[in-house]
């Protein structure tokens, strides 16, 4: 079986490598895959994470040798800082999928590790020569780790926006200080949707993408809108299961739950892929923070996000416009482009729309959301540590927050993987005050304490960054991104 792949909003068919070379459709929507291919699980226990990914990727990448992604994977992952890049750490009866142990300390790396050699070789299969510029919007995490991955990756350029008042001290110093000959980090006044919004009209802009082109420029992007950020994605999920497998903690077949801290959607979408793919997922439990516009939908089937945004502690979920929803409800609809076209034009105008109610019944089936206000939040990271020893960063959290409710109110006794999104020193302030009480220890402080008090390594990203410069200090209001493209682009 050939997969190939097609927007959520058309008709028309187009490769892997043109798919990830885009980003998004021309006419604004998200590329899917045609088909799922089927994974032969018993073949997987004994595998490596690599091994396991190449696996995966090969049969979503057909255009790609089996050398290239072989070496492309293997430079991906030999940056993170454990062998197994996404180990499974239990306690109690709880299971927790460590997806922060790259350069920049959240699972973004995951997928943005891999992502600029996918889009290189992309380049290659599509005879482009011209220069590729990135452009992304980030909530915190993806820009930095973005940044991390294209710092001077040859003919391309990377242009970040992030809201620079709502992302996290730390984040934003790892963002501002970055290095590369190519990287751009612009702040935006405003908040994550009103990055993504101008992100996803300069993609839609034709005649300024016609402009770029005629200097020998294509964008694309390193948001989750990417289909190339999103398949890395599919693979910790078998790798967890595999692991657990391996432990004895559940036989092979067996079927599980994962939570997922979400917020644009696109690390459940992952999961959800993973069970198109023969994973034996009984729920995805969809953990959200106050911005609860999914818990919402998850209960009455009606996306609305006419509502207050709110600030967190877990900033890298404070979204109200998921994108990579659009893809779950596509495939959920079989494939109805029509009513994904007329969804998100409401969404567009009226910022809210209903679905029909035979297919909230059948995601329903399968999604169970909930949400973690800041105080349930707070509180179960200092239980955790109290209980198990063990340090959740908020995003985490949140996730555990409501799988532990999960538990309680339903009589479901499955096992419990629950997705661990960052290192909590990305978020000293609101960890260290969730354990130990208010402190007005200045941050670099903070972390030595938290380290201390905890037992915990500072992470080496985390310790360079005290006397790192800042190299980028620009923040414009958010009608100007395409401005602000155009000067350093043209
Ligand atoms: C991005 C991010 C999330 C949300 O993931 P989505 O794919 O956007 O749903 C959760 N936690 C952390 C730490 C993140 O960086």
Not at 129 to 155: P, R
Not at 377 to 403: F, M, R, S, W
Request: glycine fraction near 6%; charge should be negative; aromatic fraction near 10%.
């Amino acid at each position: 079986m050939n997969i190939s792949y097609k927007s959520t909003r058309s008709d028309k068919t187009i490769t892997a490598s043109q798919a990830i070379l885009k980003g998004i459709s021309d006419e604004g929507g998200l590329f899917v895959p045609t088909a799922f291919p089927q994974i032969d699980l018993e073949n997987l226990v004994h595998k490596s994470y690599k091994e396991i990914c190449y696996s995966i990727l090969s049969k979503y990448l057909p255009e790609f040798s089996e050398n290239h992604l072989k070496d492309i994977i293997g430079k991906a992952y030999d940056k993170f800082s454990v062998p197994k890049v996404a180990p499974v750490v239990s306690f109690g009866n709880r299971h927790i999928l460590e997806l922060f142990h790259g350069p920049t300390l959240a699972f973004k790396d995951v997928a943005l590790s891999i992502l600029p050699y996918l889009i290189q070789v992309s380049a290659k299969l599509q005879n482009v020569e011209d220069k590729i510029v990135i452009l992304t919007a980030t909530s915190g995490d993806t820009g930095k780790a973005a940044l991390e991955g294209f710092a001077n990756v040859e003919n391309t350029k990377i242009i970040v926006f992030y809201p620079s008042e709502g992302v996290s001290s730390i984040q934003k110093r790892q963002m501002t200080s970055q290095v590369g000959n190519n990287v751009y980090v612009l702040g935006i006044e405003g908040n994550f949707d009103d990055a993504q919004n101008g992100v996803k009209s300069i993609f839609s802009n034709k005649e300024f993408k016609e402009k770029l082109k005629s200097e020998k420029i294509i964008l694309s992007s390193a948001n989750s809108i990417n289909i190339g950020r999103l398949l890395p994605q599919v693979v910790y999920y078998f790798s967890s299961y595999m692991e657990l497998v391996q432990k004895g903690a559940i036989a092979l077949n067996d079927s599980v739950n994962f939570t997922v801290p979400t917020g644009n959607f696109g690390d459940i979408l992952a999961g959800y892929y993973a069970k198109k793919m023969g994973l034996p997922i009984h729920k995805l439990l969809c953990a959200s923070n106050s911005n609860n516009v999914l818990y919402d939908f998850f209960k009455t089937g009606t996306y609305n996000k006419n509502r207050e945004f709110i600030k967190t502690i877990s900033p890298s979920m404070d979204i109200l416009i998921s994108s990579n929803f659009e893809r779950m409800l596509y495939h959920a609809s079989n494939n109805d482009q029509e009513l994904i076209v007329n969804l998100m034009e409401e969404l567009n105008t009226k910022g809210s729309y209903t679905i029909p109610e035979e297919m909230k019944s059948g995601i329903s089936e399968l999604f169970y959301g909930s949400y973690s206000d800041e105080e349930s939040t707070k509180k179960v990271i200092g239980q955790v540590y109290e209980e198990y020893n063990y340090v959740l960063d908020p995003h985490t959290a949140v996730a555990y927050k409501v799988c532990e409710d999960y538990v309680k109110n339903t009589s479901d006794e499955r096992t419990n993987i629950i997705l661990s999104t960052a290192s909590p020193f990305k978020f000293p302030e609101a960890v260290y005050e969730s354990i130990f009480k208010n402190s007005d220890l200045e941050v670099y402080e903070l972390i030595d304490k938290l380290a201390q008090k905890t037992s915990l390594t500072i992470p080496e990203p985390i310790k360079k960054l005290k006397d790192s410069a800042i190299l980028h200090k620009k923040v414009i209001s958010s009608d100007e991104m395409k401005e602000a493209v155009g000067e350093i682009l043209l």
